[in-house]
Structure formats: structure tokens, C-alpha cells
């Protein structure tokens, strides 16, 4: 924290989060071209990718989301000063990521059966099969790497994080594009490329974090040999804040790949116009990661200092500046729908060419604009609950959300064949219902009771 910085201001706040922002930038244009390029290749690879991409993530992330929780008992002793702590914790969530491997890959075969239980056609399931092997293959590098950025953004240093997490993006583009269309001597490898592209280019951005945490001062004044111990009362600690995290995840992200899968069985055209959609939305929300990553780091810095005053005003001031980027973003979705559902349109689409393709997305692009800031209040404020350790409120709540109230309104609204209008309507009033119990939750407090580290 930089002391010309007010505690928990916006000015501390963007210090820490423009980094973010700009790596989750990277992150988010490497989707956005992965989605295009295969938009461009064919519609069934872009029908494909987005319910077997979350899927995959659906499955694997309780482990990914407890290795990475590791980054909140950085955060949290960097406050308190404890450094060698700070290696401890993170060398918990890497041992964590580990020994979870064998349970990842038997992910495979379950959930490779998922899309033909959700009536997908024969064809579209055979390239969501291909796609989602490919994504359990590189959960481990991607709980690698959430575990080892979380020790350099915990500590402050975010420029490192985001400077590899920008090279590995870059890389991944560049392979995209070979493996996707056949390009620079690779063979055209359509979805299974794009798939094969992302692993790849998250292995190097494992390397790069795993080199530099190796590097960094306080691993070389501890030593590898008392650096990467297991510690079971630190890991217990871990498992026990980290689970919440990681089931709530589990169950928000497994919730909405339930209303993915849905759609799937809407008319092509529907569904390529519902996919596109989602990779703007991409496109747009991730940046806001960065601003719930600032407001996780520096409340549980604060908090760790034991400042609660100062860990309230960073997240308020976080969620400011998310909605002051989503002014901006909401601004591009209301005045250039077209040109940005245009971008994913080639001229081999059968489904752009269908009369309502574009005023369906236009309609979808005005939905989410409506509920985009209620949506960052979300991202930013759960974010900051995590990082003063308050993540069984975050799982109960958001879950109990997410399968009692907005599934099954969904699947009503799926019986009835209302539309996809009417559905993404009643996923803003869900969303809306999220961002005021999360909101009255920050200001009451009740996190201050909560004592991550010792």
C-alpha cells in the first residue's frame, strides 16, 4: 500500500486494481478472440464452446477456487508483516491443487455424459465432448495458476501477475489462431485447436509465476525446504474458509451452466445470437474481476492490520470505481449493438442470416445493460466479503438464490417456451435480488467478527 494513498480510498483502490484490470483485460480479449475465431470456423464450434467451457469450469473450480483461496491468507498476513506466513499459505494452496489431480480427471467421464442428459443433438454433443476434455486437462495449470498470482497480488505486487498473465494471453491468441485454422504448420483442429491452444498458453503462464515466486525474496530468505512444507493447521484454516469460497462458486457457476445447457436446445439461431452475446458480456465483465480482486486484496490487508474501517471504505470505494467502468460499457452496449454482434458474423453463418438474429441480440445486449450494475455491485462486494473471510455467507446466500429462486423460475419459463427474452429478464431479478443482500451484508458488518488468521 502506497502511504501517499488515504486508506482504502479510491486512489489505493485503483493502485491496485488497474493492474488487474488490464491483466483481466488480456484474459478477457483472449476469450473474446478464442469465441471469435470459432464463431468464424463454424456455428456448431461456437455452440459448442460456451456450455462445455462451463461445464468444465463448473466442475473443477470448488478445487481451483480453495487453492486460490490461499490468496486471502497472503493478503491477510502481509498485513500483519508476517511474510514467511504469506509463502507458507501459498505453498498450501499449490500442495492443495496437487494432490486434487486424480479427482479432477475423473471429472471426465461424468461430465462428458452431461450433454446428451440435456437432449443436445448428436453432433453438437460430439464437439462439446472434445472441448471439455481438453478444459479438465488444464484445470490443474489454472489452479496453479490462480494459487501462485494470488501470492504476488496478496503481497501488492500486481505487476508481475498481470505482466504474465498479458504473455500468456498473447500466447494463446497467436495459437488460436494456428490451431483453429490450420495456420504456421499446425493442421486445422477447429474446436479441439482452440482447446488445445488455451492449455497450452495456461502451462506458460504457470511456468512464468512459478519461476518468479522460486525468485522472489521471501522464498529465497525461508528456502525451498521450508518454503514448500505442508502445514496441517494452515491447510485446515485453508479447507476451512476456502471450501465456502470454492461452493459457492461450485454452485453459482454449476447453476448457471444448468441454464446454458437449457438454452442449447433453443432454435440454432437463437443460440448462436444467445452465445455471441455472452462473449460481449465477456468482453465486458471481466475487467470488473480486476475491481473484486483490489477489493478482496486490500480489505484483507486491512483487515489483516486489523483495520476494519479502513477495509469497509476499500470496498465501497472498489464498487465505485466498477460502476464508473460500467457507465462506460453500458454506453457501448446501448449506442453499438450491431457493430459488436456483427464482429462474430462470417459469411459462412447460416444462423446470422435469420431475420430476427440481430434484434435478438440487440434486446439481449439492453437486458444486460440494465442489470450490468447491480451485477458489478455483485462481483466487487463478494469480492470484498472474501477477503475479510466472510465466504459462508457468501455460499448460503448466493446458492440458496441461485437453485431455490432462479433456476426454477427458469425452467418455467423453459416449459412454457417463453422465450429467451423472458429468461434473461428473470436472471436480472435474480441478480438485483443478489446485489442488495450483498450490499446490506458489507454495511452491517457482521465480518468483523471473523478471524481468518491468528
Known amino acids: 500500500m502506497n502511504p501517499k494513498h488515504a486508506p482504502g480510498g479510491l486512489r489505493e483502490v485503483l493502485a491496485i486494481a488497474l493492474p488487474m484490470v488490464i491483466g483481466n483485460s488480456a484474459f478477457t480479449m483472449m476469450q473474446f478472440c478464442d469465441r471469435l475465431f470459432l464463431a468464424w470456423h463454424s456455428d456448431l464450434a461456437i455452440q459448442a464452446a460456451m456450455p462445455a467451457g462451463l461445464l468444465s469450469f463448473a466442475l473443477v473450480c470448488l478445487f481451483t477456487a480453495i487453492a486460490g483461496y490461499s490468496s486471502t491468507f497472503v493478503s491477510q498476513y502481509h498485513g500483519a508483516k508476517e511474510e514467511a506466513n504469506s509463502v507458507h499459505a501459498a ?99 477447429g474446436l479441439r485447436g482452440a482447446a488445445v491452444a488455451t492449455c497450452a498458453s495456461s502451462a506458460l503462464t504457470t511456468a512464468i509465476l512459478l519461476v518468479a515466486m522460486l525468485r522472489s525474496a521471501p522464498v529465497r530468505a525461508l528456502g525451498l525446504r521450508r518454503a514448500f512444507v505442508f502445514q496441517r493447521d494452515l491447510m485446515r484454516r485453508l479447507l476451512y474458509f476456502g471450501y465456502p469460497a470454492g461452493m459457492q462458486i461450485l454452485l453459482d457457476v454449476g447453476a448457471f451452466s444448468v441454464f446454458v445447457l437449457m438454452t442449447a436446445r433453443l432454435e440454432p439461431a437463437v443460440l448462436t445470437v444467445a452465445n455471441v452475446v455472452f462473449s460481449i458480456n465477456n468482453l465486458a465483465f471481466s475487467p470488473l474481476m480486476g475491481f473484486g480482486n483490489a477489493a478482496a486484496v486490500l480489505t484483507g490487508q486491512h483487515r489483516g492490520a486489523g483495520d476494519a474501517d479502513h477495509a469497509r471504505k476499500a470496498g465501497w470505494s472498489s ?99 417463453a422465450g429467451i427474452l423472458a429468461a434473461w429478464l428473470w436472471m436480472g431479478a435474480y441478480i438485483a435480488t443478489a446485489a442488495i443482500g450483498f450490499a446490506r451484508r458489507w454495511q452491517r458488518g457482521k465480518w468483523e467478527r471473523i478471524h481468518v488468521i491468528d
Open 91 to 189: 505453498a498450501q494452496g499449490l500442495i492443495f491443487m496437487l494432490l486434487s489431480t486424480p479427482v479432477l480427471l475423473l471429472m471426465i467421464p461424468l461430465g462428458s455424459r452431461m450433454f446428451a442428459w440435456f437432449g443436445h443433438a448428436p453432433d453438437l454433443v460430439a464437439q462439446e465432448i472434445v472441448y471439455f476434455e481438453w478444459m479438465i486437462y488444464g484445470a490443474l495449470p489454472m489452479g496453479l495458476n490462480w494459487t501462485l498470482a494470488g501470492y504476488f497480488t496478496g503481497r501488492g505486487k500486481v505487476h508481475l501477475a498481470t505482466a504474465a498473465n498479458i504473455v500468456g494471453c498473447v500466447a494463446n491468441v497467436a495459437l488460436d489462431y494456428a490451431m483453429i485454422f490450420g495456420r504456421f504448420g499446425f493442421p486445422e483442429m
Open 319 to 417: 464498487l465505485k470505481l466498477g460502476w464508473m467502468y460500467m457507465t462506460f460499457i453500458g454506453a457501448v452496449f446501448v449506442f453499438f449493438p450491431d457493430t459488436l454482434i456483427s464482429l462474430f458474423v462470417s459469411e459462412h453463418s447460416e444462423a446470422a442470416n435469420a431475420p430476427d438474429f440481430l434484434r435478438t441480440g440487440r434486446h439481449l445486449l439492453y437486458v444486460m445493460t440494465l442489470w450490468g450494475f447491480l451485477d458489478t455491485a455483485n462481483i466487487v462486494l463478494m469480492g470484498a466479503l472474501k477477503g475479510v473471510g466472510d465466504t459462508k455467507f457468501v455460499m448460503i446466500y448466493i446458492s440458496l438464490l441461485s437453485w431455490l429462486l432462479w433456476l426454477p423460475g427458469e425452467v418455467v419459463i423453459f416449459h412454457f417456451n
